[in-house]
């Protein structure tokens, strides 16, 4: 299994940005993807970006052209970059690894950090 540990969320004003990062240890030669997902109050938790381990992206259509998910292999290191950021990304922001065992996969997820977009 992998822990995640988040870090980087905040308040910032409309327009601003933000930089979530997301460190992972133990069995991470087994990480198949990792991700971002948030959950705003009342809502569901959905994905955002999603990195493989190929390097291969994919955003939700509401962050495109305006987040970026990278990673740092030297660092077991995912991060998301926010720019642009409006008052409906305001959420807590998940880590999420799927990795295998065996035949299996494995969701992990971090504690989620608190992304406030607000003047």
């Known amino acids: 299994q992998v822990q995640l540990v988040e870090s980087g969320g905040g308040l910032v004003q409309p327009g601003g940005s933000l930089r979530l990062s997301c460190a992972a240890s133990g069995s991470i030669f087994s990480i198949v993807t990792m991700g971002w997902y948030r959950q705003a109050p009342g809502k569901q938790r959905e994905l955002v970006a999603l990195i493989t381990s190929g390097g291969s992206t994919n955003y939700v259509d509401s962050v495109k052209d305006r987040f970026t998910i990278s990673r740092d292999n030297a660092k077991n290191t995912v991060y998301l970059q926010m720019n642009s950021l409006k008052p409906e990304d305001t959420a807590v922001y998940y880590c999420?690894?799927?990795?295998?065992?065996?035949?299996?996969?494995?969701?992990?997820w971090g504690q989620g950090t608190q992304v406030t977009v607000s003047s």
């Open positions: 999420n690894a799927l990795t295998r065992s065996g035949l299996s996969l494995i969701n992990s």
